[in-house]
């Protein structure tokens, strides 16, 4: 009888085991499985909606066909082929600075007086070489005399002759020494001072010599004066290894002056840089072009190229494009009563207030009162 006891004691323990095991792997469709995620959708930032867009009229974007375009900046430069030196043969000390850094000034003006001590020695071989001259003048005369009497043999006068002719050599030698220093008068010994002179008209752009300053040999000084033509200038710009297919040799760009902003000049392109900057990648392209009086060396100016095919580009009117946060945007409808923001480029001002824009197609609707429109979705 223990022993029955025992197994149904055993047998019930068991049926409690089991069904403890049972009740842990078995799914839990209650409060133990994790719910379901919940998917918010962020609020499109540039989709607005309005109570009324009957409100707000539309204007359908024209069609303008361009060819595409490239501005870039650059620097007025002078024409190096009219850029010329103004030098001295002679090594001194300046003692009168007549002209100054940005002087303009005629050709054969006076700009710089220099003492020279190379004067008095040019002089001095002058003199030696006159007196040389004359006195084998004298000889060749005495030799012809003598000659023409039997007294000396036609080899002496040949010496003689030879003789007359190597010193008039050396004197003229010596008189033009004096002359590109400056001295023309023969009749006086000079004062030791030399002139130096505008070869040609222009404005001095470069100027190293000051009042008493030395002035040294061409071999290791800079010129005294640097004199430029700026009837014509040179616009130096940098174009970026893409972009360099916008430039041709020989087409015009258009440039416009910062301080003139409403002047259009033409510059011909005259060179495209063979040799690329390693840091920048980029090209010297030079425009060559006539001053109209008022570019500077040193300005600042931006140049425009144009590509050879042309594009089609939308334009609006500039009462649809509205500047924002350092963009431009404009407003196209979308279903229902919605708008969307769409940021474009502005190009250019066509005639009527219209504007040339990039980021939308032509034919495509736009707010024709972009600010209107803005002021509604901000209140």
Known sequence: MKRVILIAALCYGMAI????CSSKTSPDNGSGAPPPAD???EQDSGLFKVEHPEQFPLVKAGEHRAAPELTVTGVVNADVARSV???SLASGR???VRARLGDSVKKGQLLLRVYSADISGAYSDYRNAAS?????????ERARLLFDKGAIAKKDLEV?????????VNLQATIEKLKVLGVNDLTHRPEGIVDVY??????????NVTQGGGVKTLDNSPNLFTIANLDYVWVLCDVYENDLPFVRLGEYADVRVAAYPDRVLRGRIGNIGPILDAAT???KVRLEMKNPGFMSIGMFVTATFYGQEQERRAIVPAAAILHLHDRDWVYVPERGNQFRRVEVTCRKVLSGSMQEVTGIDPGREVVANALMLQATTEE
């Open 281 to 283: 990648r980029a090209a």
């Open 85 to 87: 030196p103004a030098i």
């Open 94 to 96: 300046a003692v009168d």
């Open 160 to 168: 003689a002759e030879q003789a007359e002719e190597v010193t008039l």
């Open 17 to 20: 085991l089991f069904a403890g």
């Open 198 to 207: 505008a070869p040609v008209s222009g404005v001095i752009t470069e100027q």
């Open 132 to 140: 040389a001259e004359e006195l084998a003048k004298k000889q060749l």
């Open 39 to 41: 998917v918010i959708h």
